[in-house]
């Protein structure tokens, strides 16, 4: 969320912003709700005060029949301005959470995920001397992911994961988790069914609230039982990565200057509806309802060089990552057309997957300077005693499917066996080093 003033002051610079990210939103009707606003709580507050002074004349001595109608007559003006500034509120928050982060002067102008720009490149495609085969064909010849039973008990997009690809998926966590620790990073094993709040303030949200038709998030039905016995009403939403829980932490809280930057990262389990890709990549596990991942989070104070450093910071490990796993990939500055409106700066780490005979999306890095801050009201004090909104970054430090992917189908042999990578031996039953058939 942006703050309004800011809007006021650099509105021409935001609705050039709404252009470029592709947002529906009139920022001209934004200001005009806003100015309506103020003025609507200028008429209350001043119809309060008026109530106030007539109920201080009341104590002195028995109330006026022309005081007590004058009473009756403020009330019912309140009353009706109160409503009117309800509905006047309530569309102004409609639109101004959609307002969008300026992007960064560095982001490329581009309408959609088609002119994101390749930034960098690492490692040659496998060039084999035999016909490769997809991970799907490895995985069944190899009883690695079973994708028939998986469809049976869980629906579209449901796998088990078996054998040694259970030791290689969870080695590729744990691995991620010992870079990340070794780097300064927090670990944790944050909560994935999260209140409603937690979602809105990352973003998580296309509007205020949760909208089942765009909004690709699994809302839980079921009502909560308190300790009590009492049932509680209450939304909770499994969440898609680990980031909503880990920035949600410090919601309302104002931290120390001298604690920034904080470097968390986070293992969880992954639930995406996948609502807006009904056909894509229905086979497999390329893309899937649940998953398996390693976040990266850094706050930081409210400075742009101090965050886009965190930024690049976070990015180099998942390179690193990547690298160590002997994995081709590249890396991609997303353009304005396919950034979301929090976010100031993004990129995209993609994998080599030779049977798509391209690359495959691995991971993304992104600033939101303060806009989820403000959602979460998370702040921090500065030497000064000045209360600031602190920056949010998060990275994806490795999710399961696709480097899994990446590794069946890169690290294949003639004889149908996969190598397992070195720095992930030491998670396999017995060092194990191939993966052979049974």
Not at 393 to 398: D, E, Q, R, S
Request: hydrophobic share 35%; proline share 5%.
């Amino acid at each position: 969320m942006l703050d309004i003033e800011f809007i006021r002051e650099n509105s021409d610079a935001v609705k050039e912003a709404v252009k470029n990210k592709n947002i529906k939103l009139n920022i001209d009707e934004l200001l005009d709700l806003d100015e309506k606003r103020r003025k609507f709580l200028v008429k209350i507050d001043d119809l309060r005060a008026e109530r106030n002074e007539l109920a201080k004349a009341a104590k002195s001595g028995k109330p006026t029949a022309e005081a007590i109608e004058q009473g009756k007559r403020i009330k019912l003006e309140i009353d009706a301005l109160e409503k009117q500034f309800r509905d006047i509120d309530k569309k102004y928050t409609e639109l101004m959470v959609k307002a969008p982060t300026i992007p960064s002067p560095d982001t490329p102008i581009g309408k959609d995920e088609k002119e994101n720009i390749e930034v960098y490149k690492w490692g040659k495609p496998a060039n084999f001397d035999f016909k490769p085969k997809s991970y799907i064909e490895l995985a069944e010849d190899l009883d690695l992911i079973d994708f028939k039973r998986g469809t049976k008990v869980a629906g579209y997009r449901g796998y088990y994961v078996k054998n040694e690809a259970v030791m290689l998926q969870m080695g590729l966590m744990m691995y991620s988790l010992e870079k990340l620790i070794s780097r300064g990073f927090t670990p944790m094993i944050p909560p994935t069914l999260i209140r409603e709040f937690a979602l809105f303030g990352s973003g998580y949200f296309a509007g205020k609230e949760y909208n089942p038709e765009v909004d690709e998030i699994y809302k839980i039905a079921a009502d909560e039982k308190q300790a009590d016995g009492a049932i509680k009403k209450e939304g909770k939403f499994l969440v898609g990565t680990a980031e909503p829980s880990l920035l949600a932490y410090y919601a309302d809280e104002i931290l120390d200057e001298k604690d920034l930057p904080l470097r968390i990262c986070g293992f969880s389990q992954c639930y995406r509806s996948e609502i807006g890709s009904y056909g894509k990549d229905a086979k497999g596990i390329y893309r899937v309802h649940e998953f398996m991942k390693v976040e990266q989070v850094c706050i930081s104070r409210a400075d742009v060089d101090e965050s886009d450093k965190l930024q690049q910071e976070m990015i180099s490990i998942s390179k690193e990552l990547h690298e160590d796993l002997k994995l081709p990939y590249r890396q991609l500055q997303i353009c304005t057309g396919d950034l979301s409106a929090g976010k100031y700066k993004m990129f995209d780490l993609e994998v080599w997957i030779p049977s798509k005979g391209g690359y495959g999306e691995t991971g993304s890095a992104s600033n939101f300077l303060d806009w989820q801050a403000r959602r979460l009201n998370v702040k921090y004090k500065d030497k000064n005693g000045n209360k600031k909104f602190v920056h949010m970054l998060n990275n994806t430090a490795f999710p399961t499917p696709r480097p899994l992917i990446a590794i069946l189908e890169n690290y294949q042999q003639k004889d149908g066996s996969i190598r397992v990578p070195e720095v992930l031996q030491k998670f396999m039953p017995g060092n194990l080093k191939i993966i052979k058939k049974k």
